[in-house]
């Protein structure tokens, strides 16, 4: 896959759009595949299902998607990132994915332009945006009665940890905290999804909590253990934390990995699963 390089007039997330932001969230749609395809069963997402995907970063849930409905089905994958969109549209050519197209727009701006869709994905996107009722709104307008809204979102974030407790990544977690609320987001915003969705004209199918551990050497620990990595430096660059800080945090997460008694928890991820009344 072509990956053309960031640019400063990309609308950025908080999180960028940078190769190594594209390279984790590969390895993070990776190991949680499993929990995802659970949840789109549920749902009833199948062969010829039209579904939303909303907030598709470079579209790795779009292509699954993209994959299980077929050729009679249809994705449409909405993001307000231009590069996330070049390397997602490259990538469904090159599987002749026609069944996949996307729209570029800011869902805080613009409605969706699709209707009576089955289904509408979210993954880690109301957390971001500064007005998730409207998110949601926004999702309840393209599907069809009936149609099912399905989230993975943080319900309480300050889970995410080391055991036994490391307070270098303590402070990361505080500086995530800080970091999302500055620009308008809520880590937990799960805690607030049931009554959104019941406002909005949901009704509430299913819900599930979702926490895993892992242990150094396995393949998850990398989930945790790369975001950190992966966004220290960032928040470095950007100046909102020090040198000597990020230092601090990295080298805690390098002396956990040889530790055998270490344990990575991951932020409590709430399953919601709704129909549209």
């Not at 928040?235 to 000597?244: A, H, K, P």
Request: proline share 6%; with cysteine; hydrophobic share 45%.
């Amino acid at each position: 896959m072509n990956r053309p390089q960031s640019s400063r007039t990309d609308r950025d997330y908080v999180l960028g759009t940078h190769d190594a932001e594209v390279e984790r969230l590969a390895f993070q749609h990776e190991v949680w595949r499993g929990e995802v395809a659970s949840a789109w069963r549920a749902a009833g997402i199948g062969g010829g299902s039209r579904v939303i995907d909303i907030g598709a970063g470079p579209g790795f849930a779009s292509l699954d998607l993209a994959e299980i409905v077929g050729e009679t089905g249809q994705v449409l994958a909405v993001e307000r990132s231009g590069r996330f969109l070049s390397l997602l549209a490259a990538e469904a050519q090159a599987r002749r994915h026609t069944q996949l197209r996307t729209a570029e727009l800011d869902l805080m701006r613009d409605a969706i332009p699709a209707s009576g869709f089955d289904a509408a994905w979210c993954r880690w996107v109301a957390c971001f945006v500064p007005d998730p009722a409207l998110l949601v709104r926004r999702m309840a307008e393209c599907l069809r009665s009936g149609g099912t809204a399905v989230f993975h979102e943080y319900v309480e974030y300050h889970s995410y940890g080391l055991l036994p407790p490391s307070a270098p990544v303590e402070a990361f977690v505080d500086a995530v905290f800080e970091s999302w609320r500055a620009h308008g987001g809520d880590p937990d915003i799960a805690r607030m999804l049931p009554r959104l969705l019941v406002d909005a004209g949901f009704a509430i199918q299913s819900v599930r909590p979702i926490a895993r551990a892992a242990r150094p050497g396995e393949a998850l620990w990398n989930w945790p253990a790369g975001f950190i990595r992966t966004n220290v430096p960032r928040m470095v660059e950007l100046g909102t934390r020090s040198e000597s800080w990020g230092r601090d945090v990295l080298e805690a997460v390098a002396r956990a990995e040889q530790d055998p008694a270490s344990v990575f928890i991951t932020p409590t991820v709430l399953e919601i699963i709704a129909a549209k009344r």
